[in-house]
């Protein structure tokens, strides 16, 4: 039974492109999160995908937004690059409810230049 | 202040030896109680979690809530080399699901 599956593990980026990331739910699950990890930090929540739409949001800017797809997948799209961007992006699967039961990808390296 | 303080450490200890590690938060509104194992270039896998105040002991590991203190607790007994990982503490209150997270202690156990 696969995991969560992220991609890609890393990535360059230049101070104001775009990227996109991705994120297959564990067999399951219904409920993406999105998680931001700063170095030496605490997975910080970006936002929620259940039913195709964004159900809750932490303290993020425009700039990040995301997409579900009708087979749970998700994708985080950041935009105008930031070097503050820098960071693990995890993604953590759930069904609704069971907030105990994330399982987290193992994360996508962004590093922005 | 931040809603959950968690100790970076590094915390340092032979192979055998009782570990504490421990979180403090500030939002009394908490309610549900996690652990998280994070291994380097990996995601974080739960451990544990309890419900309100309380212990809750599995193999190894005990986790501890004393909410009247707002602090949680896990014990890890004989440690072994494996254990070495970064340890988070999450919580959440019983509306929104979306668990808060410290910033994690590093763990490191010696042979």
């Known amino acids: 039974d696969a995991g969560v599956t992220q991609s890609p593990t890393h990535l360059i980026k230049t101070r104001g492109q775009q990227v996109t990331l991705r994120c297959s739910p564990k067999?399951?699950?219904?409920?993406v999160s999105w998680y931001q990890q700063a170095l030496g930090q605490g997975p910080q929540f970006i936002f929620q995908?259940?039913?195709?739409?964004?159900?809750q949001r932490g303290n993020f800017p425009d700039r990040f937004s995301g997409h579900q797809f009708p087979n749970y997948s998700s994708e985080l799209n950041v935009n105008a690059l930031l070097l503050g961007d820098s960071a693990l992006y995890l993604c953590?699967?759930?069904?609704?409810?069971?907030?105990?039961?994330?399982?987290f990808g193992s994360g996508t390296r962004l590093t922005v230049v | 202040q931040k809603e959950v303080e968690q100790d970076p450490g590094p915390l340092s200890v032979p192979e055998g030896a009782i570990v504490s590690l421990n979180c403090t938060y500030s939002?009394?509104?908490?309610?549900?109680f996690m652990w998280y194992r994070q291994y380097s270039r990996k995601g974080p896998e739960l451990l544990m979690y309890?419900?309100?105040?309380g212990n809750k002991e599995d193999g190894r590991f005990t986790a501890q809530v004393d909410k009247s203190s707002k602090y949680i607790s896990l014990f890890i007994r004989d440690s072994q080399p494996s254990d070495s990982a970064t340890y988070l503490c999450?919580?959440?209150?019983?509306?929104?699901?979306?668990?808060?997270f410290g910033r994690g202690t590093s763990l490191i156990v010696h042979p």
């Open positions: 953590a699967s759930s069904t609704r409810t069971a907030f105990y039961g994330y399982t």
């Open positions: 067999s399951g699950h219904d409920t």
């Open positions: 995908y259940y039913e195709e739409e964004e159900r």
């Open positions: 939002n009394s509104a908490f309610q549900y």
């Open positions: 309890t419900y309100s105040s």
């Open positions: 999450a919580m959440t209150t019983g509306g929104s699901y979306i668990p808060t």
